[in-house]
C-alpha cells in the first residue's frame, strides 16, 4: 500500500500553519534527529507483544492487551482485511473507512465498512470526512476504550493533525503507517512531524517500530530512515514503561515484500555515543606498549585529527553519551568451547534464517572453493553421521566448523549493539564467509584493547560494512579499514608481494588529514604462516610508512580453531598483531 497520491506529497509541505511564525525557536528549526527521537520505542512492564493480521504486509505488531476493546476503526482497507480479521475473531466490532473500495474483500459479521475517506476537512467532498465527526455519527465520541489503525497512503499526517487530544485520547491502541518520511530533509515538513509527534507523545508511547520495505530507506543526515515506517502506540495512563533495547525488527515482524529483506533499524534509539578520550587506548598484544602512547611519545602528538564525527554525536549530551555507551561496546563471549552438534548447526541456521538470500548459495568460502554458507553446514550435518568425523579431519571440515563458530561467536559479541540487524545483515551479504565477519572481529580485538569503537550505518544497495572508527581525541576518529587476505597454496611460501598490494590499495582510503589503520584478515590461514605473514607485513610498512604519515599501523587478523580432548569440540580464538608506523604524522588542522 504504497502508491501515495500526488496531492499527499504536495500538501505534506503546504498547510499554512507549517510556517507559523508564531512559533518559538525551538519549534520553527527542528532537525531530523529530534524528529526521529520522537519515535523512539519503549517497553511495557508486564505485557507482551502480539501480532494482528497477515505475516507479511497487512499485519501489525501491537500490544497484546486487547480484551478490553469491542470497537475498533479501520482506516484504509484495500484488498486486504487481514488485521480486520484477527480483531474480529477476538470480538471486536470493526468499523471500516475507504473511499477507493466499493466493498470490504471479506465479509464479516462484525465488519461495518463505509464507502468514506478520511481526511481533516468535512467540506472536501461528500464521500470524504474528519475521523472526529465518524466518531460523533456513530455514537463513539465518549467513549476511551477503542483501538485506531490508520494507513491512508500519506493522508495520515492531515488526519491525525486536525485531530484534537480529546480525540486522539479515546483510542487505547493506535497503529500508524507514516508515508514520506524522505521529506524530512526539507525544513517546513521536519516541523510538521515534529509537532504531530510530539503532541502524540504527550499521550502515548511508541511501543514498536518496523520499516516497511516496499519503499526503502534514505540517508538523512547520517542516519538511514525508512521512507514509509509502522508505528504502534499505546496510551500513557493504562500502562508502565521502561526503556527498550529490543531490536527491530523482533520475531513478530516480516516484511512486507516477503521477496525481499526486511528494514534493518536497530533499537530505533537515538541519543548515540561521542567517542571517548582514548589517545592512549589502542595497547600492543603481549604486554607490548600502547600504539598511541607510542605515537604520542615520538613526537609530542597527543592525540591524532581524524574524521570529524556527525554534529548529533558531537553535541549529545555527557550523561546521555554515558547512559547508552554500554550498548554499543562488543560483550565478551562465554570462554565454553562451541561442540558441533545438529542442535548447535539448528541454532546458527536458526540465527542466519531471516538473513539469507541468494548470498548464502553463492558466495564461496575462500578457504575452500565451491562451498558456500548451506553447503558448508550441509557438509557437517553429513560428516556427523560418521561415527569417527572430527572437527579437524580435513580442510572442507576445518573451514565449515570455523564459519559456523564465527557466527556463532559474531552472535554472542555483537547482538546487543544498536545496528546489530545491519551488522548482521552485512555479514549475510558476504554469504557468512570469513571475510564478511572480518570488520565485527576487528573492532572486537580492538576494543577488547580498550578502545571505543564506531560503525556507521550502511549506505547503498550492498548493504556491507566494510570499515569503522576508533577514537583518537574527544572529538576525533580515525577509520579501521579492511582487507582480505586469501592465501592460494602457490602464494603461501612468499606473501610479501600480496601483503603489499593489499596495504598499498587500502591506504588509497588513508592520509595526513583522515588518519586511519589497515587491518589485514587471513581468514583461517594456517598458523604456520604467521611468521611468514608478519614479516610480509613488517617489510610492508616500511616501504609504505614514509610516503604515506597518516597510516598509524597495520595489523594482522587470524582466526584460530583450538582443538579440545573432545575430538567434536573447538575454541575459537583471535589472533591480533598491530605494527605501528614509526612515520605516523597526522596533520593538525588549520583553526
Not at 478490553?68 to 471486536?92: C, E, H, K, N, T
Not at 467532498?125 to 494507513?151: C, F, S, Y
Request: one cysteine or more; a negative charge; proline letters at 7%.
Amino acid at each position: 500500500m504504497l502508491d501515495m497520491p500526488n496531492y499527499s506529497v504536495r500538501t505534506m509541505l503546504a498547510r499554512e500553519h507549517d510556517a507559523d511564525p508564531t512559533l518559538p525557536d525551538d519549534r520553527r528549526e527542528v532537525s531530523v534527529l529530534s524528529v526521529l527521537q520522537l519515535m523512539a520505542p519503549v517497553s511495557v512492564i508486564g505485557f507482551s507483544k502480539c501480532r494482528v493480521g497477515t505475516a507479511n504486509d497487512g499485519g501489525y505488531v501491537m500490544l497484546d492487551d486487547l480484551k478490553p476493546v469491542d470497537v475498533a476503526y479501520s482506516l484504509g482497507i484495500g484488498s486486504d482485511v487481514s488485521w480486520d480479521l484477527d480483531m474480529a475473531q477476538r470480538g471486536v466490532d470493526i468499523y471500516q473507512y475507504d473511499h477507493t473500495v466499493a466493498d470490504t474483500p471479506v465479509s464479516h459479521p462484525r465488519f461495518r465498512h463505509f464507502r468514506v475517506g478520511i481526511t481533516h476537512d468535512d467540506s472536501l467532498g461528500p464521500n470524504l470526512k474528519r475521523l472526529d465527526t465518524i466518531l460523533r455519527q456513530n455514537g463513539h465520541a465518549q467513549r476511551h476504550d477503542m483501538v485506531l489503525k490508520i494507513d491512508i497512503e500519506g493522508h495520515e499526517w492531515d488526519a491525525l493533525e486536525s485531530l484534537d487530544d480529546k480525540t486522539l485520547g479515546q483510542f487505547r491502541q493506535i497503529v500508524a503507517e507514516f508515508h514520506g518520511l524522505q521529506l524530512l530533509d526539507m525544513p517546513l515538513f521536519r516541523q510538521r512531524a515534529h509537532r504531530l509527534f510530539s503532541r502524540l507523545r504527550e499521550q502515548f508511547e511508541v511501543i514498536h517500530v518496523h520499516g516497511n520495505n516496499f519503499s526503502g530507506t534514505r540517508d538523512l543526515d547520517g542516519i538511514p530512515v525508512p521512507d514509509c515506517i509502522e508505528i504502534s502506540f499505546v496510551r500513557k495512563d493504562q500502562y508502565s514503561f521502561a526503556p527498550s533495547v529490543e531490536l527491530f525488527p523482533g520475531p513478530l515482524d516480516a516484511a512486507n515484500d516477503s521477496s525481499k529483506p526486511d528494514l534493518a533499524l536497530g533499537t530505533f534509539q537515538f541519543d548515540a555515543p561521542a567517542p571517548r578520550h582514548a589517545p592512549d587506548a589502542m595497547p600492543g598484544q603481549d604486554g607490548a606498549p600502547s600504539l598511541a602512547r607510542s605515537l604520542a611519545e615520538s613526537e609530542g602528538q597527543a592525540r591524532s585529527t581524524g574524521v570529524a564525527l556527525p554534529a548529533y554525536l558531537v553535541a549529545a549530551g555527557h550523561h546521555e553519551i554515558e547512559r547508552i555507551a554500554a550498548s554499543y561496546r562488543p560483550v565478551a563471549p562465554s570462554s565454553d568451547p562451541y561442540r558441533v552438534s545438529e542442535s548447535l548447526l539448528d541454532r546458527a541456521i536458526g540465527l542466519s534464517a531471516g538473513y539469507m538470500g541468494a548470498a548464502a548459495t553463492s558466495v564461496e568460502n575462500a578457504e575452500v572453493s565451491g562451498q558456500t554458507w548451506l553447503s558448508a553446514m550441509e557438509h557437517l550435518r553429513t560428516r556427523m553421521r560418521d561415527p569417527a568425523w572430527h572437527c579437524l579431519e580435513s580442510e572442507a571440515t576445518t573451514a565449515s566448523v570455523t564459519r559456523l563458530a564465527s557466527l556463532l561467536h559474531f552472535h554472542a559479541t555483537w547482538s546487543m549493539h544498536p545496528l546489530f540487524p545491519a551488522m548482521m545483515a552485512s555479514a549475510a551479504e558476504a554469504g557468512f564467509s570469513l571475510d564478511g565477519f572480518a570488520p565485527f572481529a576487528a573492532a572486537h580485538c580492538l576494543s577488547m584493547l580498550g578502545n571505543g569503537t564506531y560503525f556507521q550505518p550502511p549506505t547503498g544497495p550492498a548493504a556491507r560494512i566494510g570499515c569503522f572508527d576508533i577514537a583518537t581525541g574527544p572529538e576525533n576518529v580515525a577509520t579501521v579499514h579492511i582487507t582480505c587476505l586469501d592465501f592460494p597454496p602457490e602464494r603461501r611460501k612468499n606473501p610479501r608481494d600480496m601483503v603489499a598490494d593489499r596495504i598499498e590499495a587500502a591506504c588509497g582510503r588513508i592520509n595526513a588529514r583522515h588518519p586511519g589503520l589497515v587491518v589485514l584478515s587471513a581468514g583461517a590461514a594456517p598458523a604456520e604462516l604467521d611468521t611468514v605473514v608478519a614479516d610480509a607485513l613488517r617489510n610492508a610498512l616500511n616501504n609504505q610508512a614514509r610516503k604515506n604519515q597518516g597510516l598509524m599501523a597495520v595489523a594482522l587478523l587470524a582466526l584460530r580453531l583450538q582443538p579440545t580432548r573432545d575430538p567434536r569440540e573447538v575454541h575459537l580464538r583471535y589472533g591480533f598483531l598491530p605494527i605501528q608506523n614509526q612515520h605516523f604524522r597526522p596533520r593538525t588542522p588549520t583553526p
